[in-house]
T-cell receptor, first 112, second 115 residues
Framework: SQQGEEDPQALSIQEGENATMNCSYKTSINNLQWYRQNSGRGLVHLILIRSNEREKHSGRLRVTLDTSKKSSSLLITASRAADTASYFCATATIQGAQKLVFGQGTRLTINP | DTAVSQTPKYLVTQMGNDKSIKCEQNLGHDTMYWYKQDSKKFLKIMFSYNNKELIINETVPNRFSPKSPDKAHLNLHINSLELGDSAVYFC??????????????FGDGTRLSIL
């Protein structure tokens, strides 16, 4: 089964509001990463949070990690139309092959 | 300059044909990847190469054959294309194969449509 699963699958909010997306995973991880994908484009790395970190900020992005619950959240504050995209979490497991496992993403729409 | 570039951007072809997708990165990275993204946006790794050596082969049908002539290039050749091969194929690269410690850089994808 899939390692990372995002929730919700789709989110539509008004410009200026905050957007929160969640990611759950199943096995122990080294780190967790969030990526953004604009329509018709490749994935762009946003932020990496290590398993020993609980929170990380980058500009308007805030990521939390709760390893006891095997979950992470991505908060985008003061959303803009340009934030419209799909957002994916990706995990790298401690054991097994060195690969990133992606969830199916949250499709975020910011309405002007 | 584009960091990871792949060609072509679109590929429309008939079932049974053979086609290739090319990828180049100018980041000086050691590791490159091929991913397949299906119509539901699910992204799954197919192959990864580190310094021209295959390190991950995710039980992909042997109709798919990656080739890395040097560490800056990773091409994907697909034989006898099937309808189920229709997807967007992404190339990516990272500094090295320790995926736990670093981001990956993606190309803009090749949208493959099988008629």
């Amino acid at each position: 089964s899939q390692q990372g699963e995002e929730d919700p699958q789709a989110l539509s909010i008004q410009e200026g509001e905050n957007a929160t997306m969640n990611c759950s995973y199943k096995t122990s991880i080294n780190n967790l990463q969030w990526y953004r994908q604009n329509s018709g484009r490749g994935l762009v790395h946003l932020i990496l949070i290590r398993s020993n970190e609980r929170e990380k900020h980058s500009g308007r992005l805030r990521v939390t990690l709760d390893t006891s619950k095997k979950s992470s959240s991505l908060l985008i504050t003061a959303s803009r139309a340009a934030d419209t995209a799909s957002y994916f979490c990706a995990t790298a497991t401690i054991q097994g092959a060195q690969k990133l496992v992606f969830g199916q993403g949250t499709r975020l729409t910011i309405n002007p | 300059d584009t960091a990871v570039s792949q060609t072509p951007k679109y590929l429309v072809t008939q079932m049974g044909n053979d086609k290739s997708i090319k990828c180049e990165q100018n980041l000086g990275h050691d590791t490159m990847y091929w991913y397949k993204q299906d119509s539901k946006k699910f992204l799954k790794i197919m192959f990864s190469y580190n310094n021209k050596e295959l390190i991950i082969n995710e039980t992909v049908p042997n109709r798919f054959s990656p080739k890395s002539p040097d560490k800056a290039h990773l091409n994907l050749h697909i034989n006898s294309l099937e309808l189920g091969d229709s997807a967007v194929y992404f190339c990516a690269s990272s500094q090295d194969h320790r995926v736990g410690n670093q981001p990956q850089h993606f190309g803009d994808g090749t949208r493959l449509s099988i008629l």
